[in-house]
């Protein structure tokens, strides 16, 4: 039997629980209250706090210039993060912005499959086959299209037979369905 921090009464622990202190929930809260320091809840809102600017309007409560702060908050109104190509194409674009057509070639690392732990290059392209911008786009992707002069259908991929990343003849991209890829990336 143990005996309650709080209360003083007898109780008996639970099996899996045999050093426990309080008697019932209520107990456990007013145990777990005086474990705080006092301060802490001195300091800290009670319940049902109000406010101070709850249905105030932003005018009564904040000076001019804070308002003028907070609103340059939003990136998209600072002047400095915006890129100088955002001019000439009308709209607003990051200060990292790449210039159209221009091709990146980035890490990936496989992480699982047959493959685990392969290191591969990724050619990547800022533009679809049409000149807009579209970033994240496959070099290989964007190849096929614009020797076709089509968009690539739903469901297909471009395959490279070759392993050589860097072959972009128009022979070495082909369209196959995601199911035949399933079927050539599959174990053994
Ligand atoms: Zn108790």
Redesign the pocket.
Known sequence: MNK??????Q?KPLKHYPERK???E??LRIHMKNLVPEAFLENCFKEGNVPFNKGVPQKEWLSKEARERCSKTYIQYQENTASPLSKIEGRYLPHNTYSKGTITKRKHIHKKGKFKGKVDYEYYINIDWKGNRKPNNLYRRYLWEYYHQQDIPKGMVVYCPSTNPDDWTKENLQLITRGDLARLNRWG
Do not use: D, I, L, R
């Open positions: 309650c921090v709080v209360c003083g009464a109780f309080t008697c019932s209520e107990c």
